[in-house]
């Protein structure tokens, strides 16, 4: 395993449009979160799941944005009707469940929406 | 509500010179304590962390951290820079049984000067 695998890594789309990143965490963690970072600032917490289940959503930054986990491997983060201020990149990441545990990310996927 | 402050948002240091990379935190419990190192394009890297015990971690390349819990301070060191250690530094907190989440700083520029 090579660690967190993201794709793609650069988006470009169009205003209005829906994207939906994918993410593959590290196969024996059971924790994936999902972060956004834009230049200047620390990656902003999103959402995370535990095996298949989110169990923290409240962050997400509005109903536009959509994360799953179905089969509790890889994860899915879906932008509905995209605006600029989503121009930004977004992040995953993944981690065993104890709290101790520091968590691997991925490289990480640019989006651009013009 | 948990926050994590990266006082400087550029530091320059010679090659060969000590550096620091100073990190505070305000947080309802005792935190767990960690920095990621970021180079361009790229996901953040662990570098290392606090759990419990001494004070002073010791994490890859080099790099130590003094936990500091009456000044709430958690400052990145390395005792000679190089200039492969240039890239971006964030320090993030974890709060047990208070969510999952990371929170991190705003980053640190570091540019090491041969």
């Known amino acids: 395993d090579t660690g967190v695998s993201q794709d793609p890594r650069h988006k470009i789309t169009k205003r209005g449009q829906n994207v939906t990143f994918r993410c593959d965490p590290i196969?024996?963690?059971?924790?994936l979160y999902w972060y956004r970072q834009t230049l200047g600032q620390g990656p902003e917490f999103l959402t995370y799941?535990?095996?298949?289940?989110?169990?923290?959503k409240s962050r997400l930054l509005s109903d536009r944005f959509s994360a799953e986990r179905p089969k509790g491997s890889f994860s899915t983060l879906e932008i509905q009707r995209t605006e600029q201020g989503d121009s930004a990149m977004y992040l995953c990441?993944?981690?065993?469940?104890?709290?101790?545990?520091?968590?691997?990310f991925g490289q990480g996927t640019r989006l651009t929406v013009v | 509500a948990q926050s994590v402050a990266q006082p400087e948002d550029q530091v320059n240091v010679a090659e060969g010179n000590p550096l620091t990379v100073k990190c505070t935190y305000s947080?309802?419990?005792?935190?767990?304590l960690f920095w990621y190192v970021q180079y361009p394009n790229r996901g953040l890297q662990f570098l290392l962390k606090?759990?419990?015990?001494?004070?002073l971690v010791k994490g890859s390349y080099g790099f130590e951290a003094e936990f500091n819990k009456s000044q709430t301070s958690f400052h990145l060191k390395k005792p000679s820079a190089l200039v492969s250690d240039s890239a971006l530094y964030f320090c993030?907190?974890?709060?047990?049984?208070?969510?999952?989440?990371?929170?991190f700083g705003t980053g640190t520029s570091l540019t090491v000067i041969p």
């Open positions: 990441a993944s981690s065993f469940s104890r709290e101790v545990t520091e968590a691997f």
């Open positions: 993030a907190v974890r709060v047990p049984n208070t969510g999952n989440q990371f929170y």
């Open positions: 606090y759990i419990t015990g001494d004070n």
């Open positions: 947080v309802s419990g005792n935190p767990y």
């Open positions: 196969s024996e963690h059971n924790r």
């Open positions: 799941f535990q095996n298949e289940a989110q169990l923290e």
